[in-house]
């Protein structure tokens, strides 16, 4: 079945540091990808997503690239700020060679990020 | 813009009681899910509707039943509570499948089974 694994956390920065957060998968099909965040107190939202192989997911500086060689889609911010400190969360949901999402999405166990002044 | 709507937002329940969480849309979304978030798991689906009048399992489903009352409403039963209950869990809908599969998630439900 589809799973996803992302790097362990918690994961601790200082203001203006680069961040990485590794995020791999499995799937049947023809997966889209999305980092969810999640800030203290709220629901998921949609932080950005990749659909297809080789495209390039970008929001609030964050980014992360659909590599399909390497079964991965890992997270990217060149200089994060104290107000990113969150839960992040990789997913995928799957899709037939036709294009029609499955509609369930399936999570990584998320990486709690804290960042400090 | 209220979007996914979810009541209570907390709830201390005794084992053996029974309870069911509320979760509406405004977004005329035709998929509705219910995840239940557990630390160091993640997200995990106990039940999603891909369309009204439809319901299906999802990775955890024992202990737990749906409605999709209509097409903005989906409500999560707990029949009789287990501490393994204990958990926040989400409401979630999406437009249609075919449509990149996007969700949008409600603020969360804090439950606590004694």
């Known amino acids: 079945g589809d799973s996803v694994t992302q790097m362990e956390g918690p994961v601790t920065l200082s203001e203006e540091a680069f961040l990485t957060i590794n995020c791999t998968y499995t799937a049947t099909g023809y997966p889209s990808l999305f980092w969810y965040v999640q800030y203290p107190g709220e629901g998921l939202q949609l932080l950005l997503k990749?659909?297809?192989?080789?495209d390039k997911g970008s929001n609030k500086g964050f980014e992360a690239t659909y590599r399909k060689e390497t079964t991965s889609f890992h997270l990217e911010k060149g200089s994060v700020q104290v107000s990113d400190s969150a839960v992040y969360f990789c997913?995928?949901?799957?899709?037939?060679?036709?294009?029609?999402?499955?509609?369930?999405?399936?999570f990584g166990q998320g990486t709690i990020l804290t960042v400090h002044p | 813009n209220a979007g996914v709507t979810q009541t209570p937002k907390f709830q201390v329940l005794k084992t053996g009681q029974s309870m069911t969480l509320q979760c509406a849309q405004d977004?005329?979304?035709?998929?509705m899910y219910w995840y239940r978030q557990d630390p160091g798991m993640g997200l995990r689906l106990i039940y999603y509707s891909a369309s009204e009048g439809t319901t299906d399992k999802g990775e955890v489903p024992n202990g737990y039943n749906v409605s999709r009352l209509n097409k903005r409403e989906f409500s999560l039963r707990l029949e009789s509570a287990a501490p393994s209950q204990t958990s926040v869990y989400f409401c979630?809908?999406?437009?249609?499948?075919?449509?990149?599969?996007?969700?949008?998630f409600g603020e969360g439900s804090r439950l606590t089974v004694l």
């Open positions: 979630a809908s999406s437009a249609m499948r075919g449509v990149g599969g996007e969700l949008f």
């Open positions: 990749a659909t297809k192989a080789d």
């Open positions: 977004m005329n979304h035709n998929s």
């Open positions: 997913a995928l949901s799957d899709k037939d060679a036709g294009g029609t999402s499955y509609g369930k999405l399936t």
